[in-house]
């Protein structure tokens, strides 16, 4: 398996533009995390799915953010309008039930000017 | 409410010499627990995890780590530190079907 795939693996945008991030988790996972890591916070859950489905997402830090999962095989998350300290490694994550084992994707940078 | 604290969010060890990095957890209920190793610009990778089997866990890389219920900790050890051990740890403890971390151990080998 290719494992978890993100993309894009670096983003640069203009505050104020619509960033979406892209996740495909390991095939036959029924979990699904966002995470954003920064300096200051650490790594911040933002939200996780169980079977396609929003079970917390506490850690959403706005309504300009929101994700979606629209099948078992891709998952997405969306800043609008993006702003500066949105900047940071955002991680999808997957796991084959909840309280398993995570594993990771690479992170997508994203930078927001 | 489950959660991890690590010790020290930098340690520094000379290649070679033992590598100790603490993990305390709270939980009300027997956790389930993990270590997790981020090397620069990667993602997370599972180091070991504890499941309630046995209590000395090894994982990848010659890393161990040893669930004490009676001091709430998973300290993760290695005998012998190797340049290439040079990363981030980071601690997990599952909690209502998520992972919560801890903050983080950065590990310094020096030559």
């Known amino acids: 398996d290719a494992g978890v795939i993100q993309s894009p693996r670096h983003e640069v945008t203009e505050m104020g533009q619509e960033v979406t991030l892209r996740c495909k988790p390991i095939?036959?996972?029924?979990?699904l995390f966002w995470y954003r890591q920064t300096m200051m916070r650490g790594l911040e859950l933002l939200i996780y799915f169980n079977n396609n489905v929003p079970i917390d997402d506490s850690g959403m830090p706005e309504d300009r953010f929101s994700a979606k999962m629209p099948n078992a095989s891709f998952s997405t998350l969306k800043i609008q309008p993006s702003e500066p300290r949105d900047s940071a490694v955002y991680f999808c994550a997957s796991s084959l039930k909840g309280w398993t084992e995570a594993f990771f994707g690479q992170g997508t940078r994203l930078t927001v000017v | 409410a489950q959660s991890v604290t690590q010790l020290g969010s930098h340690v520094s060890v000379s290649e070679g010499a033992l590598v100790l990095l603490r993990c305390n957890y709270s939980s009300s209920v027997p956790p389930y627990l993990f270590w997790y190793v981020q090397y620069p610009n990667q993602g997370l990778q599972l180091l070991l995890k504890?499941?309630?089997?046995?209590?000395l866990v090894k994982g990848i890389n010659g890393f161990e780590a040893e669930f004490k219920k009676s001091e709430t900790s998973f300290h993760l050890t290695k005998p012998s530190a190797h340049m290439s051990d040079a990363a981030e740890y980071f601690c997990?403890?599952?909690?209502?079907?998520?992972?919560?971390f801890g903050q983080g151990t950065r590990l310094t080998i020096n030559p």
């Open positions: 997990a403890v599952n909690r209502a079907q998520k992972l919560v």
């Open positions: 095939s036959g996972h029924n979990s």
């Open positions: 504890y499941t309630s089997a046995a209590t």
